[in-house]
């Protein structure tokens, strides 16, 4: 089955394995690039995400396509759709916000929180202008203090931006590959086999 | 093109080139709607009384309950690219440390053209709370409604529909047995 691309190769020498490998490599790294490049200019993270859950419903299903933005100096109003990550949790949240409170955080010189309450002082925010939110699911009926771990409210800092566009169902593919990693292997696999063994 | 594997190839390359213009024409489509809408509301009463949440069962705190009249007509908003509609009463008010707070208090989805009209005396699905557990030093609030449209493809866009002529002030908190 394989004999004529073997025949090929052996013609074709080392030298263009190496070649391909290269290749390959390339195009992985330039979409590497596109990604962050794209996450830089519109200072998120992740700038598109795929919905996990169905706490949106019915605005958003299990695998749509959100693009996301976090302008820095653009305050978060009641009911952007934000996509949040709390510190020590892997997963993102995507809820929509409930209330929000600037606030100012004094500077804090005192040393007797650090020692007395080491819990306060890693929920603590540091001191400046802060905006702090609440979020709730469409689908929930209660806000999602629960989710926060410990947190009573969310930070900007906590937040990977806001949705601002959305495709539908492009992103069930991720979900998939996560539900089945053996799909995700065997497409991996499979790309890597085809484009070491084609010519060009 | 003269082998299976080179004729999926084109096809598939020029199906999917099809759907992603077509995606990006029906979301640029949402910009040619431009339209808007209006309401009226008016806020019926408002309440505060000292209470205890079930979430902090220890804390005493102030909470405020609001009954509201709105009235709005959002059948404009409405086009072939709109999905469902997110609408939200949210009161804005100023607490005397100048901290600025936003809270939702109701909120509603809209899915269908024929359930866009809002006409309804109600009270609030989230009750209201400050951060620092007390209505008392707390600026006149204000009220509105506003809306935000969910496209099938496309940018979400965010808009105000009603808002309450004047801000109203928070009474002084009772206890509710009385």
Known sequence: MFSDELKTFRRLGFRHFLLQILNFASVITSGLMLWKGLGLILNTESPIVVVLSGSMEPAFYRGDLLFLTNPPGQRYHTGDITVYRIPGAEITIVHRVLETQDVFIPFDNSTENRIVNNRLVKLKPPPGEHQLMLTKGDNNHVDDIDLYRG???????????????????????????????????????????????QRE | MHSI????????????????????????SSFL??????????????KVFHSKTRRYPFRNEEIGFVKFN?????????????????????????????????????????????DATIDIIQKEKYKLRDLSGSFSNVLPAQYSLKYSVMPYV?????????????????????????
């Open chain 1, 151 to 197: 947190l009573e409210w969310l930070d900007r800092r906590h937040i990977i931006g806001k949705a601002r566009g959305f495709l539908p169902y492009i992103g069930y593919v991720t979900i998939a590959m996560n539900d089945f990693p053996q799909l995700k292997y065997a497409l991996l696999g499979g790309l890597g086999l085809l484009a070491v063994i």
């Open chain 2, 5 to 28: 594997y080179a004729r999926a190839n084109g096809i598939s390359g020029l199906w999917s080139t099809c759907v992603m213009v077509l995606l990006g024409a029906v979301a640029l």
């Open chain 2, 33 to 46: 709607f431009n339209a808007e809408s209006k309401g009226s509301l008016d806020i019926v009463s408002l």
């Open chain 2, 70 to 114: 709105l009235s709005a007509d959002l059948t404009p908003l409405f086009n072939w690219n709109t999905k469902q509609l997110f609408v939200y009463l949210e009161a804005e008010y100023t607490n005397a440390q100048g901290v600025n707070n936003t809270v939702v208090i109701w909120d509603r989805i809209v899915r269908r053209k024929d």
């Open chain 2, 154 to 178: 496309g940018v979400l866009t965010y808009g105000e529909a009603a808002r309450t002529m004047k801000a109203i002030d928070f009474p002084d908190a009772r206890d509710s047995v009385s």
